[in-house]
């Protein structure tokens, strides 16, 4: 009996939770399918930005990979759309996505992936104006307490766009995860899942500085394994079937649901400490990859 009582209890709290998980926005378990939104427009004036920034804001995209996940990227005044290739994900040429800030919807005809670096370099499909400068070779590095910022689309915000955030430069790490030595800039501030491609900038100024990269988390890493376990477990008591917004459905198991809800939780708990590819990266790997490029934009950057 109070083994039937213990279920009963679970399932319950399980599904309230899970309506609260569904309620904060899209949830990140793996199977979900993700439609490009359409609603992206920028009709108001965010003072905040200051005077140049100002200017800059329509060189801010939302990328979208249906089926897979949102990011941010920014235009360069070389013609080249930049983000991560972890924003990418799976998309190819046909599939990748980018938004304006007018709602405009961006094709690309050729995507160069870096890794190591998580950086990814999208050829527009048409020439686009209004750009971002990347920071002068010889410009020293911002020093530790200078106030950054960066523009974008954390959780595929897509009402007014795009959103702001703040902080500073705490210092400098050279990340060797990918077996490769890469520079980054340490930055205390809300970054959020879906800040990921964004500029990085010395606020007020529209000089590109490091291209944001990830947020840490506060859980130990086990935790991630944990959900991404029970998200492969589609046996056992099932809970239910899920109607998704494309009119898709999926049964969901028990361990399901509770990745589902867990991975709200983990991947939207904000921590305020954040980090950006150096701007040198990026200048290396065009250069690297400059005989694959076209010509640069002949349109100047946004002053």
């Excluded at 076209?294 to 946004?302: I, M």
Aim: hydrophobic content about 40%; proline content about 5%.
């Amino acid at each position: 009996m109070n083994m039937k009582i213990d279920r009963v209890t679970r399932i319950i709290f399980l599904v309230g939770l899970f309506g609260f998980g569904l309620s904060m926005g899209r949830s990140t378990f793996a199977q979900a399918p993700v439609s490009v939104p359409t609603s992206v427009n920028s009709a108001l004036v965010i003072d905040a930005a200051g005077p140049e920034q100002r200017k800059s804001l329509n060189a801010i995209y939302l990328i979208a990979c249906p089926g897979s996940g949102f990011g941010s990227g920014f235009l360069l005044d070389s013609g080249l759309v930049v983000t991560n290739v972890h924003v990418v994900d799976t998309c190819t040429e046909q599939t990748l996505v980018g938004i304006s800030t007018e709602n405009k919807h961006v094709a690309f005809s050729k995507i160069i992936h870096d890794a190591n670096r998580d950086l990814a370099l999208l050829v527009p499909s048409e020439k686009l104006t209004k750009s971002l400068r990347l920071a002068a070779k010889d410009n020293p590095e911002p020093e530790s307490g200078t106030t950054v910022s960066t523009w974008g689309y954390p959780f595929g915000y897509n009402g007014t766009s795009p959103l702001l955030s703040v902080g500073y430069v705490s210092g400098y790490r050279t990340a060797t995860e990918s077996g490769k030595a890469v520079k980054h800039i340490v930055v205390n501030g809300a970054f959020d899942h879906g800040n990921s491609g964004g500029p990085l900038l010395i606020s007020h100024d529209n000089q590109v500085i490091g291209v944001v990269l990830l947020t840490f988390h506060f859980y130990p890493a086990e935790v991630k394994q944990i959900i991404d376990s029970l998200a492969s477990q589609g046996s056992g008591f099932m809970m239910g079937q899920l109607t998704r917004p494309d009119g898709s459905t999926q049964r969901l198991s028990e361990a399901q649901v509770t990745a589902m809800v867990l991975s709200e939780f983990y991947q939207k708990t904000q921590v305020m400490i954040g980090e950006a590819v150096a701007a040198s990266e990026l200048a290396a790997m065009i250069k690297e990859h400059s005989l694959e490029l076209p010509a640069p934009n002949s349109t100047s950057a946004t002053k």
